[in-house]
């Protein structure tokens, strides 16, 4: 905490909008359309890569969250005050990190598979800012960033050497889904434990189910498209471009639009989320492969 006060002492509203912006980069919602650029338009593999290390340290990190339960700093501390426009996005316990891990997870595999060294370097030192931004927001203890930091990283690099070489075949595709499920229904049923034991509130509960559902979303999607899918890119960036923009607006609305018809139930958390990461895993790219197939028979004819 005394770190944290050495910082809130040299806040300024410059500085504030500048961390406030850095932080954004660890949001869900642009990590996500990261991955989506790669998936849909770029690299298919490489963003499997991403999406496991996303995925998976997301459930390794709310695991842990779950389990020490460690209350924000202006909690732990009534006398210490964040930055006002850092609250609303700081869901769920303090411990350890969560923008940490979402910026962590992808900034590191993007840094592994870049070839330039000053590449590499803004790539790794993102990771770093976006660590120091939620210091300085005062949303987090050091202690919350750097065990999120070093726990990332360290999924990051084990998915990076020994996860990217299973996706140049289909031979393991069942053994990694099946892994990536039943990682996501332990912490699910720990979860669900956690609640109705009366050791975790509602409200703290409901991240690790959001996590949860995706995961098992990226797990069947991932073997639905590798088995039966198998996409291709459009020709151009024109049509990539394209095809990205309405898949990402698409995918937006999904999110939104099951919220009110599936309720705000923890079973209406894991199944919307489910959804939206298959829809964007499989639904979407079987859509769009459909259409090109269509269109490349029309020009047969």
């Known amino acids: ?3 944290l006060r050495l910082l809130a002492e040299h806040r300024t509203l410059p500085l504030d909008a500048l961390f406030q912006f850095i932080t954004l980069f660890a949001q869900e919602t642009f990590v996500v359309a990261v991955i989506c650029w790669y998936y849909w338009g770029r ?3 490489l963003a499997y890569t991403l999406g496991f290390t996303y995925f998976l340290s997301g459930l390794t990190i709310q695991g842990l ?13 009534p006398d210490f005050s964040p930055v006002k426009s850092a609250v ?5 316990y303090s411990f350890p990190s969560g923008h ?19 590449t590499r370097f803004l790539y790794f030192s993102m990771i770093v800012l976006i660590g120091f931004s939620r210091l300085y927001l005062g949303v987090h203890t050091p202690k919350d960033v750097l065990v999120s930091m070093a726990v990332t990283f360290a999924i990051s690099a084990l998915v990076w050497k020994y996860g990217r070489p299973l996706l140049d075949s289909t031979r393991y595709d069942l053994t990694v889904s099946l892994l990536m499920i039943l990682v996501s229904c332990i912490l ?10 009366g050791v975790l509130p509602a409200s703290e509960a409901a991240d690790c189910f959001k996590a949860g559902g995706a995961g098992l979303g990226f797990a069947a999607g991932f073997f639905v498209e590798r088995r039966w899918i198998k996409f291709t890119y459009p020709d151009t960036f024109r049509e990539r471009l ?3 923009s309405v898949g990402l607006l698409t995918t937006l609305a999904f999110q939104q639009g099951l919220k009110p018809l599936l309720g705000d139930s923890f079973y209406g958390s894991i199944l919307r989320y489910l959804i939206v990461v298959f829809w964007v895993i499989a639904l979407y790219p079987y859509l769009f492969q459909k259409i090109k197939n269509s269109a490349q028979r029309g020009l047969r004819a």
């Open 43 to 45: 690299d298919k593999n």
């Open 65 to 77: 969250k779950v389990t020490f339960r460690i209350p924000r700093p202006w909690v732990l501390d």
């Open 242 to 244: 394209l095809q990205f």
């Open 1 to 3: 905490m005394d770190f």
């Open 188 to 197: 699910i049923i720990y979860n669900f434990t956690l609640y109705h034991t």
């Open 88 to 92: 609303p996005a700081a869901t769920g």
């Open 100 to 118: 940490t891990q979402s910026g962590t997870a992808l900034f590191s595999t993007l840094g592994f598979s870049s070839k330039k060294t000053v």
